[in-house]
């Protein structure tokens, strides 16, 4: 990896410019440092040394410190101190902290590219706290002007990568030989091309949520970020498009993915446009938030918060009293896809009655899953969508948490939850236990989730991308800041609505 080295070339006001001989973090993650926990778990501390973080804040600092005063368990304060920072401590791979247009890439862990996805949950736990820190705000504004140039750049790319003037150098995708992708990319800027629907509503949701925090609405006016904002509505009116006008004629789609390759989920049916599709209101999309191949177009959990985010975003808009014409957009796509969503995004199951899919494409199809991955089926109260007492909900969260009802949850002898055909049987994301725990009210059930995620370390104090359900040592990724974020949401929350419950 090269981050840390490239870090030397930075002088932003916050960024360390770490020495030389700071640890690649993708081989520090991967062993235990001292001094560890007195608890059961022995949880090591896993921050790099100071000198050799990417950016240090005292808000955060502060937060770790009352977090650490009202939880009891030994192994959850060193667990809460080392994932709550973990964006902050190793990610910040480049910081412009320019006062008018600051920028921030965020990595998302042990590859050297940022995903929009990743990085906006990256940042959502410091966003309640940009109101009174400025820094932290300034870095949150960074990020959300650089993912406006990104999609700018390509709108259909869901990982980017370093600005050539950050001084970094780019990761190496090395696919591009067998690729046949359309419309075509330049690969010194995207990472990845794959089109993920829920990039579009991770742009509006640290765009609205930090306006919300701050009250800053500056960066509205700037050139990338409208014309990323106007660019990314006309996008989601075509993804709307049925594979066929009503005279069966073929209609031309947006988009094609292909590639060569032994995985199913790395490229795309139909010569990489996608299985057909009626129209419904929801969009397409080509690819899951887990980076695999959708099996029908209409990813309904990508749809659902799509449709939150616009709201969010015609909310903002017409607050402000800008872009007339994109808020009146943003408001109607939303409806239509919400409607979409009820309409054609649900199933009636045999046992559980109605339900939400998690993929349709109008013709009646519907793909019974759910995978780990946020935006997941799991997550539509946290998204926004739903109210978690929903009937439809209800049903859908007993089926998707049952392992004889979703093919991809699985349960073992310390960790029971649901996994993703991107990591293969029988092997649990600790993200999907988390969203469990923070879509619940249950005390007991809410304690079990934050238990599972504890002793799903293998010693290593952080949170894996997935790991086996017989033993955590067998794992997936040792340095994954989105899990690391969204877990340290989870904790947050549970200590608030149970004190003592940690
Ligand atoms: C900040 O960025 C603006 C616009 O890119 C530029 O004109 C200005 O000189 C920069 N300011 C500093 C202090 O670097
Ligand atoms: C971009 O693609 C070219 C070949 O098309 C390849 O030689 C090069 O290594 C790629 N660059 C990166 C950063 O992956
Ligand atoms: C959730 O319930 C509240 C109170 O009944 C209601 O005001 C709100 O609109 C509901 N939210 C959603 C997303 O349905
Ligand atoms: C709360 O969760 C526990 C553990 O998952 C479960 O056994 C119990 O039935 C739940 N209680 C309610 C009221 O749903």
Not at 22 to 36: F, L, N, Q
Not at 153 to 173: M, V
Not at 336 to 363: C, M, S
Not at 465 to 475: D, F, G, L, N, T
Request: glycine content about 6%.
């Amino acid at each position: 990896m090269k981050v840390w080295t490239s870090l030397s070339l930075l002088l932003g006001s916050q960024v360390a410019a770490a020495p030389p001989k700071c640890p690649s973090y993708t081989d520090y993650s991967a062993d235990p440092h001292e001094p560890y926990s007195l608890g059961k778990y022995r949880i090591p501390s896993m921050r790099p040394p100071l000198e050799c973080r990417t950016f240090t804040n005292p808000t955060v600092e502060r937060i770790i410190r009352n977090a650490n005063s009202v939880i009891t368990d030994p192994d959850w304060r060193q667990l809460f101190a080392n994932i709550f920072p973990n964006t902050l401590d190793t990610t910040v791979a480049w910081h412009d902290s320019n006062d008018t247009e600051p920028y921030t890439f965020l990595v998302t862990g042990d590859i050297t590219a940022q995903w929009i996805r990743d990085s906006a949950n990256q940042v959502l736990p410091y966003i309640p706290y940009t109101d009174r820190d400025n820094d932290l705000a300034r870095l949150v504004l960074g990020l959300i002007n650089m993912q406006a140039e990104q999609l700018v750049g390509y709108p259909f790319g869901n990982a980017f990568q370093p600005p050539s003037r950050s001084g970094l150098t780019p990761a190496d995708n090395g696919i591009a030989v067998d690729l046949v992708v359309d419309p075509p990319f330049d690969n010194k800027t995207v990472f990845e091309a794959k089109f993920e629907l829920d990039s579009f509503a991770s742009f509006f949701q640290v765009s609205t949520a930090y306006w919300r925090a701050t009250g800053d609405f500056q960066f509205m006016y700037s050139k990338s970020w409208s014309n990323a904002m106007a660019k990314v509505l006309a996008t989601i009116q075509r993804l709307q498009e049925p594979t066929f006008t009503n005279k069966h004629q073929f209609v031309r789609p947006l988009l094609q993915y292909s590639r060569l390759t032994y995985s199913a989920t790395e490229t795309q049916f139909g010569g990489g446009i996608g299985n057909p599709v009626r129209y419904t209101g929801m969009a397409k999309t080509l690819f899951r938030p887990s980076d695999d191949a959708t099996t029908f177009p209409f990813l309904v959990p990508a749809n659902a918060f799509l449709s939150v985010e616009l709201s969010n975003l015609n909310y903002m808009l017409s607050t402000i009293g800008v872009y007339s014409e994109q808020a009146e957009q943003a408001k109607r796509l939303a409806s239509e896809i919400r409607q979409g969503v009820f309409q054609y995004g649900t199933t009636l199951h045999p046992k559980y009655g109605r339900v939400f899919a998690y993929e349709t494409d109008g013709f009646g199809s519907a793909l019974v899953m759910d995978d780990a991955n946020g935006p997941a089926l799991l997550s539509l109260p946290y998204l926004g969508f739903v109210n978690a007492s929903d009937p439809i909900y209800q049903s859908t969260r007993r089926m998707i948490l049952s392992p004889d009802d979703n093919p991809w949850y699985f349960t073992g002898p310390y960790i029971n939850g649901i996994g993703s055909p991107h990591t293969g049987f029988l092997k649990v994301w600790p993200m999907a236990v988390a969203m469990r725990g923070m879509t619940s009210d249950n005390k007991t059930e809410i304690k079990e989730c934050l238990d599972q995620l504890k002793a799903s370390t293998s010693g290593l104090g952080l949170m894996h991308e997935s790991v086996s359900i017989y033993k955590p040592a067998e794992y997936t990724r040792s340095w994954f800041a989105w899990c690391n974020s969204l877990v340290s949401q989870f904790v947050l929350d549970a200590i608030n609505k149970f004190p003592g419950i940690i």
